[in-house]
Structures are given as structure tokens and as C-alpha cells.
């Protein structure tokens, strides 16, 4: 089986450097650098787990808030992944208190 790259967030690219050894960048679209984005382009370092967890925690939602103009109204947390047991239970806690519609008919006859 051949090798594959681990996945990588939004905006990040790694770059096999002259040792051989893999960096990773988070690159802000030039699109959004001349509209004035404060979020800037910054060399995350050579571990990937410290890179992906640096652009998804901080950086990601940085950028991803100047997009919407500061509207954080998002659901879900900073840090939660979509998918995740972390997220599942993050549903769950935020819709407790939710009133849920009655049935239409029961679940099974009798």
C-alpha cells in the first residue's frame, strides 16, 4: 500500500524542507489579505499534530469570524469537529431543554 498525506484544514499546506523533513503553513487567501483580513500568514512548525490543532483552534476561527464580519453565531464551539463524539455530545447538552413535537401515531400498534 502506498503512503498518503495526512489531511490537513483549511488554508494549510505543508512543504517538505531541505533536511527532508515536513512544515506546515496556514496561508490566508490572497483574496481575503486585500480585503484587509487581520489574520496573517504564519509557519506553523514541524509537528502536525501542534500545526492542525493551532489552525483549527485558533487561527481557523479567527479567519472564519472576520468573514462573517464578527458574527459568531455558530452553533457549534470553537474546537468542536462536526462528526465527532465531542460534537454529538455538544447537540445534545445545547438542545436538552428543547420541546420536542408529539407523535402523530404511536412508535408501534398495541
Known sequence: MGRSAPPLPRYTRRKRLQKGSL?????????????????????????YELAVQRAEKILLPAFDSWLTGGDDTNPVGIGVVIGTLDW??????????????KRLQPLSPG
Do not use: I, S
Request: glycine share 6%; proline share 8%.
Open 23 to 47: 512544515a506546515y503553513f496556514f496561508d490566508v487567501p490572497t483574496w481575503a489579505r486585500k480585503k484587509g483580513c487581520p489574520v496573517k500568514n504564519e509557519p506553523l512548525g514541524t509537528d
Open 88 to 101: 454529538m455530545f455538544h447537540e445534545y447538552r445545547r438542545t436538552w431543554k428543547q420541546k420536542t413535537a
